[in-house]
């Protein structure tokens, strides 16, 4: 085998917008939205302008005639205007540590996964670069392997390995930045050297090595113009081994144009995930390379990530298709981290379906199938259009409610009388420990009994007059408006709402109270269908809404 270079010069795969940004005061101010203010005075300090306003003084500064209060900033306006304060500012947090999310994090919905918990557990990555900065204290690195000639470790000796590695797996602490999967094992494989210049040998390896020690996702942030037989079987090795690989579709450094007319290599081939640039306004970035091949975009215009240490710091901004490669890599490991018995098909289907369309709609040239997202949910079968969402997430967000072994949620389905029980008993922290009850046909061997029985003797809940509960009976809209009324003690209402509540009936009280508290709401301003069967995704919005009012 013939090595030669890739034309990887890693200049030809990143831009660098900054040079790298050290982690000063300076550049870590960060200004607020606050009650806190510091207030000058024309003359000397007079509290008695204050004597209108609620106020907490927090300290007097003499020296230059000046105060800072926290207050309600109502006053701020009338304050102003008093002719004896000469200025106000809000009092601004300054920290040289603290952690900055990436405009990516944000664009990709990483924001979700990660109030979710969903951070990339147990999936193994390979980052195939320059090499990781092993000693930077906000990225792990649990292993790796050197294949550049001269060298000793996989020690990062350019800088872009660790920056395309903190995209994936800065870790979530109180410094730096974060990555999108912060708890993904991450695997440095060094085949570039200190120019970020590699040979085809040196990748081919550290695509062996990967494949050979389990890894789960392989991320090439580097290109060539030119086809290799054994770059592109290596890689279909990987492919069929379920191995995910990700790579660059490549960077126009010189502004005349693609090189080719197609993406580079090796995210052309047929087993790669090709992944090209947006700025932030989500348009594509006028470097990035686009063309049939293309899979996804994702964020790469001006990344805050880690660097390699030199005296200006360990971090820095940099943009390139080759920052936009890893926010795919890192979603693809929430995804497996969640979904662990998924395929490599289904976990593909999965990002076509959640994608961001942009451009064009449908797959194009330009945009791929459009932007990359990180999980909406922890079920497959949630999209983030649905109204449900929000609701079912809140409530998976303390573990309160589980999907099915498939990782559906079935949110159209119905849901029994055990089940709605089991989930107020949970959401309440009531005894759900197994045991016998007074019904004949809930015994110690139902999975709800102990809130079945706890429920009861909280007259939460009462059986029929044949001493049954029928657990596995499908519950109603109005019996569940009177369990949720009952356990959660909402304020009682009367007032008219639907027309369809007979006010004779048991759960009239219980309808129109919740409605009043705008946690219920019907088919339409006036019909309700009590006696109509409750599902999985009403039940979970009414519960969400009891225990958080904001979701109301």
């Known amino acids: 085998m013939k090595n ?49 306003t609620e106020y907490t003084l927090h300290h007097e500064y003499e020296g230059i005639q000046a105060i800072s209060a926290s207050l309600d900033r109502t006053a701020v306006h009338t304050l102003q205007n008093d002719p004896r304060i000469a200025w106000i500012e809000e009092d601004q947090k300054v920290t040289a540590d603290r952690q900055v999310r990436n405009w990516g994090f944000s664009s990709v919905g990483a924001d979700t996964t990660k109030k979710l918990k969903v951070n990339g557990n147990g999936v193994k990555v390979a980052v195939i670069d320059t090499g990781i900065n092993r000693g930077h204290p906000d990225l792990k690195v649990s292993g790796g392997k050197n294949f550049v000639d001269d060298v000793n470790s996989y020690e990062d000796d350019n800088g872009h390995g660790s920056h395309v590695a903190g995209v994936i797996n800065a870790q979530d602490n109180d410094m730096g930045t974060l990555g999108v999967a912060p708890a993904a094992s991450m695997y440095a494989v060094k085949a570039l050297d200190s120019d970020g210049i590699g040979n085809e040998a040196d990748v081919i390896a550290g695509i062996d090595w990967a494949i050979q020690n389990g890894m789960d996702i392989i991320n090439l942030s ?3 113009p030119q086809s290799s037989t054994g770059l592109e079987k290596i890689i279909k090795k990987a492919r069929d081994q379920g ?63 880690t660097y390699m240490d030199t005296p200006e710091g360990n971090y820095a ?8 490669a890893p926010y795919v890599s890192g979603i693809i490991a929430l995804y497996k981290s969640q979904f662990p018995e998924l395929t490599y ?95 004949t046909d809930v ?17 939460i809940v009462t059986g029929y007059p044949d001493q049954t509960f029928k657990p596995n009976a499908n519950i109603t809209r109005a019996d569940v408006a009177v369990m949720v009324y009952r356990a959660f003690n909402i304020p009682v209402s009367n007032e008219p709402v639907f027309e369809d509540v007979d006010p004779d009936k048991y759960y009239y009280e219980a309808i129109h109270s919740l409605a009043n508290e705008e946690i219920i709401t019907g088919y339409s301003e006036t019909e309700f269908k009590p006696m109509k069967a409750i599902t999985r995704a009403e039940f979970s919005s009414i519960l969400a809404k009891t225990l958080n009012g904001s979701l109301r």
């Open 4 to 52: 030669f270079p890739l034309h990887l010069l890693l200049s030809v795969l990143f831009l660098f917008t900054l040079l790298p940004l050290s982690v000063s005061a300076e550049e870590s101010v960060n200004v607020e939205k606050a009650d806190r203010y510091i207030i000058g005075f024309e003359e000397s300090i007079d509290l008695n302008v204050l004597e209108k």
């Open 222 to 224: 580097l290109t060539s």
């Open 243 to 305: 191995i995910f690989v990700i790579a660059a579709s490549g960077n126009d450094k010189s502004g005349n144009g693609q090189l080719t007319k197609d993406v580079m290599y090796p995210a052309r081939y047929n087993s790669v995930i090709s992944v090209g640039a947006i700025d932030e306004d989500e348009t594509i970035a006028e470097y990035s390379y686009q063309g049939e091949s293309l899979d996804f975009v994702a964020p790469g215009t001006q990344i805050y990530s």
């Open 317 to 324: 901004h940099m943009s390139g298709t080759s920052m936009a």
């Open 345 to 439: 098909m289904e976990i593909s289907n999965l990002l076509n379906k959640h994608v961001k369309d942009l451009g064009v709609k449908g797959k194009d040239k330009t945009y791929g199938q459009g932007l990359i997202q990180a999980p909406i949910s922890l079920f497959i079968d949630l999209k983030a259009s649905d109204w449900f969402t929000p609701f079912v997430n809140e409530l998976s967000k303390s573990q309160m409610i589980k999907g099915y072994p498939d990782y559906t949620f079935k949110p159209q389905g119905d849901i029994t009388r055990q089940e709605v029980i089991t989930l107020i008993g949970r959401a309440l922290e009531l005894n759900g420990e197994k045991r016998d009850t007074m019904y």
């Open 443 to 459: 015994t110690k061997n139902h999975y709800g009994s102990g809130y079945i029985a706890s429920a009861t003797s909280r007259e």
